[in-house]
């Protein structure tokens, strides 16, 4: 699940609803899929993280109390930010020909090395030792601690609409290893004024990595503290 799926209640809900027993945060989760929000807005709307809104959405799924509902071509394009192939047209690159065939041709036997008489032999000077080559030290970046809230607002002003922001930040963290946010005691990020300052140079490479996959831009030096 990225988050842009929608979903919407199911007859087999209607049925059975008076039967169903839930927690209150799990009642106001199941009511708010409506068949045209995603699960990300979904999840928003409910108060519950994407993380906190993925197993109840299997589980709604497996009960069969919800199901997926097919989506236009410009809903995706909206959700997901992707380019629209169909209006910029689409170039099918050629194969690339690693070795061309070549025909069969008859080798003609290696002729002799010429015969110098002994009275020419000279010695020809030794190849010239080549010089060393020298290994380039590590860059070392400056950067200090990255700030996590400046990177959600960089993100979020990417696509100028708080919602699609906010859909863009957890397809981001989605890709970074959850690992990584573990080690630095990151349960889940805050949309608004997170004070969470990220000190591991993993970590901030993987953040890094991923928005430049997902958002196709760089990170800014402005989302780091000086260091």
Do not use: C
Not at 82 to 102: F, M, N, Y
Not at 152 to 165: E, F, H, K, Q, R
């Amino acid at each position: 699940m990225t988050g842009t799926e929608i979903y919407k209640r199911t007859d087999a809900y209607e049925s059975e609803a008076r039967t169903i027993r839930l927690h209150a945060p799990q009642w106001k989760l199941l009511l708010a899929y409506d068949g045209q929000r995603s699960l990300a807005e979904v999840a928003l709307s409910a108060g519950v993280s994407f993380a906190e809104a993925l197993p109840l959405t299997e589980k709604f799924l497996g009960s069969g109390w919800i199901a997926e509902q097919p989506i236009t071509l410009d809903q995706y394009l909206k959700r997901t930010g992707a380019p629209d192939i169909s209006a910029i047209g689409a170039a099918v690159l050629p194969a690339v020909v690693l070795h061309e065939p070549k025909p069969d041709a008859v080798v003609a036997p290696p002729s002799p090395p010429p015969l110098i008489p002994k009275s020419t032999i000279t010695l020809s000077n030794p190849p010239a030792t080549p010089p060393p080559i020298s290994t380039p030290l590590p860059i070392k970046t400056n950067h200090g601690p990255m700030r996590l809230s400046a990177v959600v607002d960089y993100i979020t002003s990417l696509v100028g609409n708080t919602a699609l922001g906010q859909i863009l930040v957890y397809r981001v963290f989605l890709r970074v290893p959850s690992e990584l946010l573990q080690a630095e005691e990151i349960a889940s990020v805050l949309l608004v004024n997170d004070t969470s300052l990220i000190r591991s140079e993993a970590l901030q490479k993987a953040i890094a990595d991923a928005v430049l996959e997902v958002a196709k831009r760089p990170l800014p030096d402005g989302v780091y503290a000086a260091a």
